[in-house]
Nanobody
Framework: QVQLVESGGGLVQAGGSLRLSCAASGSFFSIDVMRWYRQAPGKRRELVAVITSGDSSNYADSVKGRFTISRDNAKNTVYLQMSSLKPEDTAVYYC????????????????WGQGTQVTVSS
């Protein structure tokens, strides 16, 4: 139905930047809300940023002013630009999206990507 594939993770020094991408593919009518979550070892998965189809966005307090979420609706892709990275940003980052499968769908189904590792060294 819907596949989400993340890319762009890697190893970066503190203070550096990375841009994550997540492309949605498959059979669907529309991608609505898109989100980035992260999960550090031994911690619960947390919401990092969210963006609606109308480009309204919101962020976790821990990343405000450092991370920017954006999307390209023509490409069904969401991005997370991460700047001024800190060691505590180290985690697996997951893409999440709500997708309506047909024009007749009353609500969206929720999908997850497989995750991409971000490691920030001090």
């Amino acid at each position: 139905q819907v596949q989400l594939v993340e890319s762009g993770g890697g190893l970066v020094q503190a203070g550096g930047s990375l841009r994550l991408s997540c492309a949605a593919s498959g059979s669907f009518f529309s991608i609505d809300v898109m989100r980035w979550y992260r999960q550090a070892p031994g911690k619960r998965r947390e919401l990092v940023a969210v963006i609606t189809s109308g480009d309204s966005s919101n962020y976790a307090d821990s990343v405000k002013g450092r991370f920017t979420i954006s999307r390209d609706n023509a490409k069904n892709t969401v991005y997370l630009q991460m700047s001024s990275l800190k060691p505590e940003d180290t985690a697996v980052y997951y893409c999440n999206a709500d997708a309506k499968l047909t024009i007749y769908s009353n609500y969206g189904l929720n999908y997850w990507g497989q995750g991409t590792q971000v490691t920030v060294s001090s």
